[in-house]
C-alpha cells in the first residue's frame, strides 16, 4: 500500500497547484472506528491521538501525531517533517501554520461529497479552538474539490487494483451460474458469494449483510434489502445480484441478471427481453456520453430518457457512481438534479475516473431486472473495465 | 444483533428521562464508510441516504430513510414509525419535527468524545439547511451524554459477549506460550496471534496492522508500532503483547509480558521483577478505587502516583479507557486531566461500564514491559473480567 500512498501524494502537489490552495489540512483522532475517508489516500495505517496532516502547494508534507505513531509515520517515508506531542496538539499545530502563513486551510468538509466530509463537528469545534489565537480559523474553506479531484484521479496502481477486483468478481459470476438453481434461497445465494469471496481471500465491497443484494422474483426486498431464507430463485422469474469484493484495498461493484425457464421455455418471454434490452440500450446511451468534460446530469439524462420513453418507471437512484477504495468513491456522480445528490451531478468529469453504470426496471410478476457495469473514462470517452453482459442468460435448471 | 439493539433502545428512553432531553437525533449517509460510530448500537444495518434516526423521551422511535432502505428498517420490528422519502429528506423531517416540538435537539457531535462525535461537519451544515425554516435549528445540543451514558452502561448480552472475547484471547495466550520461542521475529508473533483468530472466526480488536502489538526488547517500536521482521523474541528481554479480539461484535484488549531468561536463569532479574511488581501494584491500586461515582482521573492518579514513586518515568497515556462495540468505546476514562483528554476524565464512572486497567515502564536494556486487565464496574467496587497477571512467567526457551 506504501506505493499507492506515493502515489496519491504525489497528485495532491498538482491539485493543490491547479486549484491555488496554500494548504491542506487533515485533522483526525481514533481513525479506526470513525475514520475519515480521505485517510487511507495518504496514510497508510491509522492515529489515535489529535493529529494534523498538512500538505502545501509548495510540496510540504507535516505530520503531526501523538507521541507514540512517530515512528510508524515516519517509516513510510512519505512525510517530509514528522512532530509529536504529549499532551496538547495546539502548540506544534499553531506553530506549523505560523511558519507557514497559508491565505487558506483547507479542511475536509462537504455538504455534497460524503468521502470529502469526514471532519466531525466536534473536531471541527476543537479545532477552532486550537487556532483561536491565530488568523486562520477564519481561513477555512472546504477541501472538497481537493478530496474530489485526488479520489477521482486513478493512478496507475488504482486503476490495476480495480481491474483485478472486477476479474475476481466476473469469476465467481461465472461459478455462480453453475451453482445457482430453482430452489436456492436467497439466503443460500448470499452465503454462496460470501464463500466465493473467503476462498479466494478477497473481502466484499461493502456490508457483508447487505453484500450481495439478491432479488429473485416479484417478493424479493427492493435495493438494499436482506436476502430471504424463504424465497427462491424460481422458474418464470428474474435472478438477479448486485455484488462486489474488495480486493488488495481497491472495490468492484456489478449487477448481473439471469432468466429461469420454465418447463420447455427456450427464451426469455418477450416483456422480459423488451426489459433486458432497454436496459442494455439505456447503459450505452450513457457510455455514448460519458467523457472528460462533461457534467454526470447529463449521462444521467441520457440513459433515463430511454428507460422512460420504452414506457417503464424512472428509476430513483443515479446512474453511476464512482468506485475505487471505497465502493461508493465520492466526487461526482452521473446523477439526475436531485437535491439529495447536491452540487455532485454538476462536478466535470475527468479522465482517469472509474464509474458504475447501473439501472434496471421493475416487470410486473418476474422481478427486478438489473445490470450494472464498470468503465475507466479515458481522453476520448470510456473503456469498459467489466466485461458488459450483452444477452439475458436462461439460468440452467 | 437485533436482540441487542433491543436492548439499546430499551435503555434510550431511560437515559433520556435521566438526562431530561426530549428528542435525540441521529443524522446519517453513507454509513458503510464514514458511519456514525453510535449507529450499530441503535440500529443493525447500514444506511445510504441522508437518514434521521429520532428517539423521544416519550418513547416515540421514528426512522426516516430513503426509499431503498424501507423494508431493511421495518424488519428489525424496533422503530415505531418508518417514513420513506426520494428526492429529499427535508421535508418529512420537518414534518416529524413540527409535529414533536421539541425543546432541544441532541445531536452526536461532542469535543470529548471520539465515539459521541459522529455527525460530520457538512451534514451538521446540511441539517441547518433542512431545518433553516422552523425554529429547530437553533435548538440543537450535543449528544455527548446520551451516548456515553449509552455505551457506558452494558446490557447483560453486551458483558456476556466481552466476557467471550476475553475468554477467546485468554485462550489465545495459552497458546502463544506454547508457540513463542527465542528467535521468532515480532512479524512472526503477529502472523501467528492473527492466524489464532482467524482459527477461532473472530476478528481483531483494533487494526490488523498493529493487532497486536508485539515488543521484543528496547529496540522495539513504542506504543502503536509496526512489528519488526528484525527484531527477534530474545533472551535477556521482556517479550510483551498488546493485543485484543472482536467476537460478536464486542471487543477484548488485553497485555500479556514474560521474561525470557537467559541460560541458567531460573528467575526474572531484580530490575525485571521490580518492574513487573510495580506494574502490577499500580494496577492494583487503580482497581481500588475503581466505583461508580468517582471520576476518572482519581483511579488514574492512584495507579500513576505508585509508577512515579517507585522511580519510573511517568506513563504518557491514561490508565484505563471503556471497552464494548469498539476496542476504545468512548465515554469517561481513566486518565490524567490532560488537554487531549477533554473532559472525559470527569465523567463519573457507572456500574455497568467495562473498563481497561493498562500501564507499563520501559526497562533500561531489556524493554517494555506492561499489563492490561479488564474489570466490570459492580455497584460497590470492581469485577475483574480478565484473570489478572499475577506473576512474570518465564517464557520456555
Known amino acids: 500500500m506504501t506505493q499507492l500512498v506515493h502515489e496519491k501524494l504525489h497528485q495532491v502537489e498538482g491539485i493543490l497547484k491547479e486549484l491555488d490552495i ?12 470513525a475514520g475519515d475517508p480521505v485517510l487511507p489516500l495518504i496514510l497508510d495505517h491509522p492515529l489515535t491521538w489529535q493529529s494534523a496532516l498538512i500538505l502545501t502547494q509548495s510540496g510540504e508534507r507535516i505530520a503531526i501525531v501523538g507521541k507514540y505513531e512517530d515512528e510508524a509515520v515516519r517509516s513510510s517515508g512519505a512525510w517530509s517533517k514528522v512532530l509529536t506531542y504529549v499532551q496538547s496538539i495546539k502548540e506544534p499545530l499553531c ?24 471532519l466531525t ?18 481561513r477555512f474553506l472546504s477541501a472538497e474539490k481537493i478530496i474530489g479531484t485526488l479520489r477521482g484521479r486513478k493512478s496507475p496502481g488504482e ?19 453453475r451453482y445457482a438453481r430453482p430452489g436456492h434461497t436467497e439466503i443460500d445465494i448470499h452465503g454462496h458469494l460470501h ?9 466484499l465491497a461493502w456490508e457483508a449483510a447487505l453484500c450481495p443484494s ?41 449487477q448481473r441478471s439471469w432468466y429461469v425457464p420454465r418447463t420447455g421455455e427456450t427464451r426469455p418471454p418477450e416483456s422480459v427481453q423488451k426489459g433486458f434490452d432497454t436496459v442494455r440500450r439505456a447503459i450505452l446511451a450513457a457510455a455514448e456520453v460519458l467523457q472528460p468534460g462533461v457534467e454526470g446530469w447529463t449521462v444521467d439524462a441520457a440513459a433515463r430518457r430511454v428507460v422512460i420513453e420504452a414506457g417503464y418507471p424512472e428509476y430513483q437512484h443515479a446512474t453511476g457512481h464512482q468506485v475505487g477504495r471505497a465502493c461508493h468513491d465520492g466526487g461526482g456522480v452521473l446523477g439526475p438534479q436531485w437535491e439529495r445528490y447536491g452540487q455532485t451531478p454538476f462536478f466535470p468529469i475527468e479522465e482517469g475516473n472509474i464509474f458504475t453504470l447501473e439501472l434496471g426496471v421493475d416487470l410486473e410478476g ?15 470517452g470510456i473503456e469498459w473495465l467489466s466485461s458488459p453482459q450483452e444477452s439475458l442468460p436462461l439460468l440452467p435448471v
Open 22 to 33: 496554500d494548504c491542506w489540512l487533515t485533522f483526525v483522532r481514533e481513525t479506526t472506528d
Open 95 to 118: 506553530n506549523e501554520l505560523n511558519r507557514l502563513q497559508p491565505k487558506e486551510v483547507a479542511l475536509n468538509y462537504s455538504l455534497n461529497d460524503v468521502k470529502a466530509d469526514g
Open 121 to 138: 463537528f466536534g473536531l471541527f469545534e476543537l479545532l477552532k479552538q486550537h487556532l483561536s489565537e491565530t488568523p486562520f480559523a477564519s
Open 159 to 177: 486503476i490495476q487494483r480495480v481491474r483485478r477486483a472486477i476479474a475476481t468478481t466476473e469469476e465467481i459470476f461465472l461459478d455462480l451460474t
Open 195 to 203: 464463500d466465493a469471496a473467503a476462498r479466494r481471500h478477497v473481502g
Open 214 to 254: 439478491v432479488t429473485t422474483g416479484p417478493g424479493s426486498m427492493a435495493g438494499h434489502g436482506f436476502p430471504s431464507d424463504q424465497l427462491c430463485v424460481s422458474e418464470g422469474n428474474i435472478f438477479h445480484i448486485d455484488y462486489g469484493v474488495r480486493r488488495d484495498g481497491y472495490c468492484s461493484d456489478l
Open 366 to 380: 418476474r422481478g427486478y431486472l438489473g445490470l450494472e457495469e464498470m468503465v475507466l473514462v479515458t481522453k476520448k
